[in-house]
């Protein structure tokens, strides 16, 4: 049985790419292009993880997540995004998602984090 994942991306070819990538694997994958999307589809959905950009227009991934929080605080929430630096990850942590993963990713590590992530069915 696959999962239900959300993509918070912005860019419409990473947007593709992710739906490519959880096609491949089978499971269901909705796409939202701004943190506001994410927070209602989130508040109105049945996911079993949000994989979460931090930079997009009108809200980023920190105040999306700091929302997501209020409401649900068991969902995995998990960064990805092109910051690689040092600390960022700890920043994301502290924001309130439960992992980190950088761009560029290998598709196998990306199924690695979200399975860690997901308590089991």
Excluded: H
Excluded at 1 to 22: C, H, P, S, T, W
Excluded at 74 to 92: D, M, Q, S, V, Y
Excluded at 95 to 106: C, E, L, Q, V
Excluded at 110 to 117: G, P, S
Aim: net charge negative; glycine share 8%.
């Amino acid at each position: 049985m696959g999962y239900r994942v959300i993509v918070a991306e912005d860019n419409f070819i990473n947007q593709k790419l992710m739906e490519k990538i959880f096609q491949s694997k089978g499971w269901d994958c909705t796409l939202v292009g701004d943190g506001g999307e994410v927070v209602s589809e989130v508040r109105n959905g049945n996911f079993d993880v949000v994989l979460m950009d931090i930079s997009m227009p009108d809200m980023d991934g920190y105040e999306a997540t700091q929302l997501i929080r209020e409401f649900n605080k068991e969902i995995p929430i998990i960064a990805i995004t092109a910051n690689a630096i040092l600390g960022f990850r700890e920043k994301c942590l502290e924001s309130g998602m439960n992992d980190y993963i950088a761009k560029p990713f290998r598709k196998e590590e990306l199924f690695e984090k979200i399975e860690k992530n997901i308590p089991q069915k």
